[in-house]
C-alpha cells in the first residue's frame, strides 16, 4: 500500500514554517479525534496519520531525509514504524505532542480532549542511539538485512521497567493529585494569571514510588544489549542516516523509547566507483582488439554481460549499458547506468620481432592519425618508449 504524502495529510505547502505546521495538525487533530468521531475507525487511522505527519515534519533531520528520499529515507525496509504504522497508542500520540494538546489549567484546546488525566502527565523519553553500518556495493545494489548488538539502556527486567519493586510500589503523589502538573494563580497589573507547569515532587508522572526496585534503583532501567535486525533499502549512499523507531535507549519508568539512527558507510568497491546512482568501470583492450575490433565479458553489479567493441575503437571512449547502475532509493528515478570506460593497453616490453612489426606498421597511412590529431612525430616517438 502507498503511503501518504505527508505534506498533503497536513494540507500544507513544502515550505511550510514550523508554526505553520503546528497549527496544520492541531486542525487535523481536532477534526479528527476519537472522541469527536466515537466508534469510527477511519476517522482513527487519520488522527494516527496527522501524528505521524507532524513526528516527521516537525523534526528538522527528518523532515530533510522525508524531502530527499521520499518515505524509503525514514526507515528501515523503506517504510516507517511510527504512529501510522500502529507502533504508538492514543495515550503515547498525546504524551508525545502534549505542548500541542495543553498540559492542563485552563486551556480550551485541552478541556476539548478531556483535560488533565493520564494525558496531561508527562512521559519519560529514551535517548536516540547512533550506530555505524558499513556495506559493499552490492549489499547496496540489492538492500540487505543487518543483524548488530547494541549495547544501549533496556528496561529493567525485574520491574517490567515501572521502577518500582513488584512493579506496584507507587503512591499517588500529594502534590499534584496525581495529574503531574500543578496551577499557580499570581496578581499582575493586568489581574489574576494562572500558570501551569511540571510538578516538582513527581516530575509530571503524578505518583511517587514507595518502594524502588532494588536492580534499577527505581529508574526502571538498566544497561544491557540488544541484538536488532536492521533491513536498508537499496539505492542508499555514504552519510544517509535512517532511523527505528523506538529501538534506542529505553526511557526510565515504562516511557517511550528513544530512535535508533543508523548511518550509512560504504566500502570501497575494487572495480567500480560511483557516481550518484551510476557506476563506472575501466576496461583495458589490446591495440589489435582496439583495430579489429572484439567481443568481452564486462563485469556488472549483477552478474557478467557481453559488449562489443567496434573496429577502431580509440581509447578514452566511454560505452553506456544502461540500468546496469545502482536504483534510486526511493525508486522513482530507477536505475543508474554502468559507464565503461575503454583503455588501450600499450606493452611495456617488446620482442624485436614485435619491434619490426610495429616499426612497418608505423608507415602505413592507416596507422597515422587523421586531420585535427596528426602528430609526425607520434610514431617515432612510440619507437623510442619501446626501447626503453
Same mark, same amino acid.
Given at each position: 500500500m502507498t503511503k501518504k504524502d505527508f505534506y498533503e495529510i497536513l494540507e500544507v505547502s513544502k515550505d511550510a514554517t514550523?508554526?505553520?505546521?503546528?497549527?496544520?495538525?492541531?486542525?487535523?487533530?481536532?477534526?479528527?479525534?476519537?472522541? !469527536?468521531?466515537?466508534?469510527?475507525? #477511519? *476517522?482513527? +487511522? !487519520?488522527?494516527?496519520?496527522?501524528a #505521524? *505527519?507532524? +513526528?516527521?515534519?516537525?523534526?528538522?533531520?527528518k523532515r530533510q531525509r522525508y524531502d530527499q528520499y521520499g518515505h524509503a529515507g525514514l526507515a528501515n525496509g523503506g517504510g516507517y514504524s511510527g504512529f501510522g504504522g500502529g507502533g504508538m497508542s492514543m495515550d503515547d500520540i498525546f504524551s508525545h505532542f502534549g505542548d500541542i494538546f495543553g498540559g492542563g489549567g485552563n486551556d480550551p484546546f485541552n478541556s476539548f480532549f478531556g483535560g488533565g488525566g493520564k494525558r496531561?502527565?508527562?512521559?519519560?523519553r529514551g535517548s536516540n542511539l547512533r550506530v555505524k553500518v558499513k556495506l559493499t556495493l552490492e549489499e547496496i545494489a540489492h538492500g540487505v538485512e543487518k543483524k548488530i548488538k547494541v549495547n544501549k539502556y533496556i528496561s529493567c527486567n525485574t520491574c517490567k521497567g515501572s521502577g518500582a519493586k513488584g512493579g506496584s510500589s507507587f503512591s499517588t503523589c500529594s502534590t499534584c493529585r496525581g495529574s503531574g502538573h500543578v496551577s499557580r494563580v499570581t496578581s499582575t497589573f493586568l489581574g489574576q494569571m494562572q500558570t501551569t507547569s511540571v510538578c516538582p515532587n513527581c516530575g509530571g508522572e503524578g505518583q511517587i514510588i514507595t518502594d524502588k526496585c532494588i536492580d534499577c534503583a527505581g529508574n526502571g532501567?538498566?544497561?544491557?544489549?540488544?541484538?536488532?535486525s536492521i533491513r536498508i533499502p537499496a539505492g542508499v549512499s555514504e552519510g544517509m542516516q535512517l532511523s527505528m523507531s523506538g529501538k534506542g535507549n529505553s526511557a526510565a519508568r515504562s516511557g517511550i523509547a528513544?530512535?535508533?539512527?543508523?548511518?550509512?558507510?560504504?566500502?570501497?568497491h575494487e572495480m567500480f566507483e560511483r557516481d550518484g546512482n551510476n557506476l563506472s568501470y575501466d576496461h583495458y583492450i589490446t591495440f589489435s582488439e582496439a583495430a579489429l575490433g572484439s567481443s568481452a565479458e564486462i563485469p556488472t553489479i549483477d552478474g557478467k554481460v557481453k559488449i562489443k567493441?567496434?573496429?577502431?575503437?580509440?581509447s578514452g571512449k566511454v560505452l553506456r549499458l544502461r540500468s546496469k547502475g545502482l536504483p534510486s532509493v526511493n525508486g522513482y528515478e530507477g536505475k543508474g547506468?554502468?559507464?565503461?570506460?575503454?583503455?588501450?593497453?600499450?606493452?611495456?616490453i617488446l620482442t624485436k620481432e614485435e619491434k619490426t612489426i610495429l616499426e612497418k606498421l608505423g608507415k602505413s597511412e592507416n596507422f597515422k592519425p587523421g586531420p585535427?590529431?596528426?602528430?609526425?612525430?607520434?610514431?617515432?616517438?612510440?619507437?623510442?618508449?619501446?626501447e626503453q
Open positions: 514550523p508554526e505553520e505546521l503546528k497549527k496544520a495538525y492541531r486542525k487535523q487533530a481536532i477534526k479528527f479525534h476519537p472522541d !469527536k468521531n466515537p466508534g469510527k475507525k #477511519e *476517522a482513527e +487511522e !487519520k488522527f494516527k496519520e496527522a #505521524e *505527519a507532524y +513526528e516527521v515534519l516537525s523534526d528538522q533531520n496531561g502527565k508527562t512521559v519519560n532501567v538498566v544497561k544491557g544489549e540488544e541484538v536488532i528513544g530512535d535508533l539512527l543508523i548511518q550509512i558507510e560504504e566500502i570501497k567493441i567496434e573496429p577502431g575503437t580509440q547506468d554502468l559507464m565503461i570506460n575503454i583503455i588501450i593497453w600499450t606493452p611495456k585535427g590529431v596528426y602528430d609526425k612525430n607520434i610514431f617515432s616517438r612510440m619507437k623510442d618508449l619501446f
